[in-house]
Structures are given as C-alpha cells and as structure tokens.
C-alpha cells in the first residue's frame, strides 16, 4: 500500500498548488531549460529483494506558462545491475511529458508525468558453458512511465537547482528464457515499481518575458463535457501470474464546477478474455472510476493530474476447486476489486464545442480478500494490490457554461 499512499500525498500537494496559480510570476516563461543530474533509483533485485543504481541525466524543458511545461530526459547508468534471470546490465531511459504546478519568484513546485522507454543491456541471459553468469545476453527494452514531484530553487534568473522525487513504473511482460524441441522455460513478467529520487543543476536560456494571456487565467465554470474513450490497460493478474495488454472501449463524462477542479468520471469495457480464472480475477473486465481533475487549460489546450477512485467487475473468478475421480471441478463467479487511478490529462480544443482527450497513469488494482473451498476445506486468500498502466484516448462534445478570459 505504500506506493498508494504516495499517490495521494502527490495529488494532495498538487490541488494545494492549484488554488494560487492565478497569482504566479511569469518567470522564464518560453525559455528553454537544460539540466544535468545524479539520480538514485531501486530497482528490484529477485523480485522481493531491493536495490539501488546510480544514473547520470540530462533534461530539456521548454516553459510554456508559469505553471505548464513539457520535459524531456535521458538517463543513463553505467554500473552493471546484477538480477537473476530479470532485466540487468546497464540501463538507458528516455521520457517525455509534462509537469504542472505553481512558480514564484525564486521558488516552483510541480507535480509531473512522463511516460517513454527503458532499455536494459542484459535483458536475457543464460549461464554459459563455463558456469558463468549473465554471459549470453541481448537487449531489452521496455515500456516505462514516471510520476511524481519536483522543486526548483532559482539562484539567478538563469541558474537554478532542481530535486524530482519520483515513482518509475517498467512494464517487463513474460519473456521466453530456454526452447528445446520437447519444452519451453518462460519467466512470468511484472510491473516493476521504482522509486527515483534526483538532483540536478541547469541553465534557463533564453530571454524571461512576461506573457500575453495566460494558460492560467481561463475561466471554464458550469461546463460540461463528455465523449467516447479507447482505453489500452497493462496489467499483472491477481498473484502476479503474468501481464498482460488489454483494449477496450468506453465513455467519460467531466463537469468543470470550479475554476481550477472538474468532477471526472469515466467507465471502460473490456471485453477480451483472457482465458483465465484466478482467486480475484478473470475473464472480461468493467473499469468504473469517478473522481476529479486539477489543472489549468487555454483556448486551445487543457493540462490536469487526476484522481479517481472506482472499481473493476471481472467476468470469472473462482470460487472453489474439487478433485474427483472424474477430473477437476471448478466453480466461478463474477467478482469486483477496487481501483485507484492517478495520472495526467491533456485535452486539445479544435473548437469551442469539440475536444479530443489523452490519458495516462497508473490504475492501482485492489483485489480483495475473498474466501473459498479447496477439496472442501474453507481457505482465504488476502488482499493484494498491483499496479496497472493506463492509456485512454477520445473525442468528445463541449456543452455550454464555459467563459475564456477573466
């Protein structure tokens, strides 16, 4: 539960930041930032054990209002990683996205997301003829998304130090570790999570101007809005018996109640089967969340972090196991687990009644604790959590209540 805790804490500081952003310097803004850093990220070791790996970094970030920017980061450790039969050797990572926040005059604080890749050297590997470990490897790469928050401390209008407090999520799905003609050794992926704390030093190039109307300065108050999503989900199964990709379709709805906060929910169907009938889970998937979102937007652009709690309905979970003389009889049921959504939105507005929608995040799977019978004898399988990326995209319909400018 701790990586949950750390999601809230995020949103929290973030919603504290939205209500002053009206009043926010307009320093540096369409300056161009770079930076380099030293970084300190865990990573898993044997799946249970942690560690810890040294990265150098560089950073690009274009401001394009005191409290909206876009980032992109390279980072790379040079120090082999040494985790058996999992993703080791040294690691490259590329990210792009956003951050959002508050900015005075010497001092920013921002919540930010940014998805992107991570590749590792030694991805696979077998023990070689002489009993060598890690001697027989090829690169992997992997899906990767980051969240978290960042402060900045201006030391002159163009130096400044920066620390990002991060959560690192690595997709590794199932990878295939040994084929023979009679038999195939498969290792089961994970959602890796690691938490990336980072220190950097840059220059803000570029002449600091004051803006002409601001991203921060939009009214949308009594608005509603709603439309038709794609969603894309990775997710582990119930006991981390493998990942998964899962598509569905689905609809959301946004109410803009106050300046700054919009009630958001959204509701996705899933309609593929997996084939599968865990304790928790299996089969088709109903994702309903509802929450809010906490951003600024413009004319034409709208940035938010998200934070939507719901529930996810499996088709098929199992309900009890009995061996007989005839075979093995199982029994299953529908069966809903909460969810916990967090992330960002970015909403691009071709028209005063038309937007198109982009999500991502991460979908906290809460599988609850549930009793069952095996060969008749009553057995109770606790609760667990794992995480899930989350990708939704749509278009939709503006309806009225909306004002542009102050």
């Not at 989900?233 to 106050?258: F, N, R, Y």
């Not at 509701?267 to 998937?285: C, K, L, N, S, V």
């Not at 005063?352 to 999500?359: F, G, V």
């Amino acid at each position: 539960m701790s990586t949950l805790i750390f999601r809230i804490l995020c949103i929290a500081l973030f919603v504290e930041l939205i209500i002053p952003m009206s009043a926010a310097n307009a320093q540096n803004v369409g300056a161009i930032d770079a930076d380099m850093g030293y970084s300190f990220q865990t990573y898993s070791q044997f799946r249970s054990d942690r560690a810890s790996a040294a990265f150098v970094s560089g950073e690009i970030t274009w401001n394009m209002s005191p409290s909206i920017a876009l980032e992109g980061l390279v980072s790379y450790s040079p120090s082999f990683q040494h985790a058996l039969y999992l993703d080791s050797g040294t690691q490259t990572t590329t990210l792009a996205g956003a951050k959002i926040g508050w900015r005075g005059s010497k001092m920013g604080v921002y919540g930010d997301l940014r998805p992107g890749l991570a590749s590792f050297s030694c991805g696979y590997h077998v023990i070689g003829p002489g009993g060598n470990l890690y001697s027989d490897c090829s690169r992997r790469t992997h899906f990767a998304m980051q969240y978290g928050g960042t402060v900045e401390y201006s030391v002159n209008p163009h130096t400044f130090i920066r620390a990002d407090f991060s959560q690192m999520m690595i997709t590794e799905f199932d990878q295939v570790i040994a084929r023979t003609t009679v038999a195939t050794e498969s290792l089961q992926g994970h959602i890796a999570q690691h938490f990336d704390l980072r220190l950097s030093v840059g220059h803000s190039f570029g002449v600091s101007r004051k803006p002409g109307p601001s991203m921060d300065t939009v009214d949308r108050i009594g608005g509603l809005d709603g439309g038709i999503l794609y969603g894309l989900q990775i997710k582990e199964h119930a006991g981390g018996t493998t990942v998964s990709g899962d598509s569905g379709i689905g609809v959301w709805l946004s109410w803009d109640h106050w300046r700054y906060l919009s009630l958001d929910t959204a509701a996705i169907d899933f309609p593929r089967d997996d084939h599968t009938a865990e304790f928790q889970d299996g089969g088709t998937a109903l994702l309903a969340v509802a929450g809010v979102k906490a951003g600024v937007r413009s004319k034409r652009i709208g940035m938010f972090a998200k934070v939507r709690p719901g529930t996810i309905l499996f088709s098929r979970a199992l309900d009890s196991e009995s061996i007989t003389a005839t075979g093995i009889s199982l029994n299953t049921s529908k069966f809903a687990d909460l969810a916990f959504d967090t992330g960002g939105v970015i909403e691009i507005y071709p028209s005063s009644h038309l937007l198109l929608r982009a999500e991502a995040g991460d979908n906290l799977m809460i599988y609850r604790a549930k009793s069952l019978s095996l060969n008749g004898t009553s057995s109770t399988i606790q609760a667990q959590d794992y995480p899930s990326v989350l990708f939704l995209f749509g278009f939709g319909y503006r309806f009225g209540g909306h004002s542009w400018g102050r």
